[in-house]
T-cell receptor, first 111, second 116 residues
Framework: KQEVTQIPAALSVPEGENLVLNCSFT??????LQWFRQDPGKGLTSLLLIQSSQREQTSGRLNASLDKSSGRSTLYIAASQPGDSATYLC??????????FGDGTTLTVKP | DADVTQTPRNRITKTGKRIMLECSQTKGHDRMYWYRQDPGLGLRLIYY???????NKGEISDGYSVSRQAQAKFSLSLESAIPNQTALYFCATSGPSGGAGLETQYFGPGTRLLVL
């Protein structure tokens, strides 16, 4: 059974700092991995999706990496802003269309 | 307009009542999902459907049922609601994104359910 762990559970940083969120998974037979953002009381917004054959994806200040063999992904946020404050979830997807989510990292960026 | 919509957005019900949560999508995707989110437990899959005639149980399907009325509609029912079904419920779709078999999930805004 796939298990997805995100560390840390919560993170507080001053504005402007670069930061890394971690996601680890136990079964490396994945189809792709997806990072989401969730604002309080809101739905999920897809940030980046990395196919199993890819090593990283970039979108603006966000960079996600994937090391399938070690079962790890990181989400790097450059020059953090207060608007980045949210919960970040990673989801590991199989080619059967099933997803396993981590519990998320709650990020607070202080002005 | 949102690609994935859920109704109602909030619902309070009593133990033993039957309720239905509805989901509609305009993405044209075949695959649809229902998840629940509980504090500290992340998102857990309840049911998923790969097309109108294909419905599958997720990891926590007990106490729930679903109906795929059309490609665009996927509803979740609680036959007899109980307090531990109090949660935030999300509907999602997935479909091609970027070619090469890549798929992206698109989530609705969620339905907050309280069972008293």
């Amino acid at each position: 059974k796939q298990e997805v762990t995100q560390i840390p559970a919560a993170l507080s940083v001053p504005e402007g700092e670069n930061l890394v969120l971690n996601c680890s998974f136990t079964d490396s037979a994945i189809y792709n991995l997806q990072w989401f953002r969730q604002d309080p009381g809101k739905g999920l917004t897809s940030l980046l999706l990395i196919q199993s054959s890819q090593r990283e994806q970039t979108s603006g200040r966000l960079n996600a990496s994937l090391d399938k063999s070690s079962g790890r992904s990181t989400l790097y946020i450059a020059a953090s802003q207060p608007g980045d404050s949210a919960t970040y979830l990673c989801a590991v997807n199989t080619n059967a269309g099933k997803s396993t989510f981590g519990d998320g990292t709650t990020l607070t960026v202080k002005p | 307009d949102a690609d994935v919509t859920q109704t109602p957005r909030n619902r309070i019900t009593k133990t033993g009542k039957r309720i239905m949560l509805e989901c509609s999508q305009t993405k044209g995707h075949d695959r649809m999902y229902w998840y629940r989110q509980d504090p500290g437990l992340g998102l857990r899959l309840i049911y998923y459907s790969f097309d109108v005639k294909d419905i599958n149980k997720g990891e926590i399907s007990d106490g729930y049922s679903v109906s795929r009325q059309a490609q665009a509609k996927f509803s979740l029912s609680l036959e007899s609601a109980i307090p531990n079904q109090t949660a935030l419920y999300f509907c999602a779709t997935s479909g091609p994104s970027g070619g090469a078999g890549l798929e992206t999930q698109y989530f609705g805004p969620g339905t907050r359910l309280l069972v008293l």
